[in-house]
């Protein structure tokens, strides 16, 4: 069993910025990748960044050029720094863990989520 939380999130006026950490904890055997998710009021969830156990990122088109990731796979934990934020941003963010066990089987856990949000 693998625990996953996500810490960060708030309030940020259009412009600012916000950092969310992503922790797993427990059985982990290898993590295949750490990826963000978000979420908006009656919007379907939204992957945001995938970053592989190889640490390649890979961040969708609605944020890049503001939003960085990173990792830091000796305390299996992953970062969103999120630069330039607009309210469309507003969203609850959830992290994604996918965990590869002695088998080489993967299962995915998810956070509770963060919220986010973004206004004047």
């Known amino acids: 069993q693998v625990q996953v939380a996500e810490s960060g999130g708030g309030h940020a006026q259009p412009g600012g910025s916000l950092r969310l950490s992503c922790s797993a904890s427990?059985?982990?055997?290898?993590?295949?990748?750490m990826d963000w998710y978000r979420q908006a009021p009656g919007k379907s969830r939204e992957l945001v960044v995938t970053i592989s156990t190889g640490g390649v990122v890979n961040l969708a088109d609605s944020v890049k050029g503001r939003f960085t990731a990173s990792k830091d796979g000796a305390i299996h934990t992953a970062y969103l720094q999120m630069e330039a934020l607009k309210p469309e941003d507003t969203a609850v963010y959830y992290c994604?863990?996918?965990?590869?066990?002695?088998?080489?089987?993967?299962?995915?856990?998810w956070g509770q989520g963060t919220q986010v949000t973004v206004s004047s």
């Open positions: 427990g059985t982990i055997f290898s993590i295949y990748s």
């Open positions: 994604r863990v996918r965990n590869r066990d002695y088998t080489g089987g993967i299962t995915e856990y």
